[in-house]
């Protein structure tokens, strides 16, 4: 148990429609970090954010946005989903705001569009 | 970030050792090399990492080269458990925001 949190664990949802991931990090933790896992494009990085604030962006797509609250806890958004956002979201933790910490991954979300 | 070259895929007889290369040869010299693994569809999992000397924990050794241009993990021995896809990432420096950029990893398949 790596101490990332992130729910729910599957999501099975229609195109066009909106979702809203969960991730707690580990206690203790500042950063947040959002992987996004195709079959085809394999773990790309989405965003960073850092006690609150956002400290990196990557491939992230503009129907995609993302926030951690006061408390730490970050949610990604994806919107107006299209088939190929099908895809597993993990969600990492580290204490730093480096992205080279070392670095605690969630479980995942398995997102499916239909 | 420096790229990194590993093959694909190996093999190992459970309980001998595993030895996984991996070639950073554009590795710059604050950048250090980070392996991790991801055993099915879980979440990566944090291994080791090293800037220029060997390093080694409960789980692996990482041996680097002197002049850093490659690396090897080294679990000695390997379990079933340990199949799994290996990542070695290069990455570094003291800025916000160096990100690990994960490749496509060495799947390495431990038999009995």
């Known amino acids: 148990d790596s101490g990332v949190t992130q729910t729910p664990k599957h999501l099975i949802t229609a195109t066009g429609q909106r979702v809203t991931l969960r991730c707690s990090p580990r206690s203790g933790d500042l950063s947040v970090y959002w992987y996004q896992q195709s079959l085809d494009q394999g773990l790309q990085f989405l965003i960073q954010?850092?006690?609150?604030?956002?400290?990196a962006k990557g491939n992230i797509l503009e129907r995609f946005s993302a926030q951690q609250f006061p408390d730490l806890h970050s949610e990604l958004n994806l919107s107006s989903l299209e088939l190929g956002d099908s895809a597993l979201y993990f969600c990492?933790?580290?204490?730093?705001?480096?992205?080279?910490?070392?670095?605690?991954f969630g479980s995942g979300t398995q997102l499916s569009v239909l | 970030d420096a790229k990194t070259t590993q093959p694909t895929s190996m093999d190992c007889a459970e309980g001998r050792a595993a030895n996984l290369p991996c070639n950073h040869s554009t590795i710059s010299g604050n950048e250090y090399v980070y392996w991790y693994r991801q055993i099915h569809s879980q979440g990566p999992q944090y291994i080791i990492h090293g800037l220029k000397n060997n390093e080694t924990n409960e789980m692996a050794s990482l041996i680097i080269t002197e002049d850093r241009k490659s690396s090897t993990l080294i679990l000695p021995h390997a379990t079933l458990r340990d199949t799994a896809v290996y990542y070695c990432i290069v990455s570094g420096g003291n800025n916000a925001g160096n990100m690990l950029t994960f490749g496509g990893g060495t799947r390495l398949m431990v038999k009995p």
């Open positions: 954010y850092y006690n609150g604030e956002e400290r």
């Open positions: 990492a933790s580290s204490h730093g705001d480096r992205g080279v910490e070392k670095l605690f």
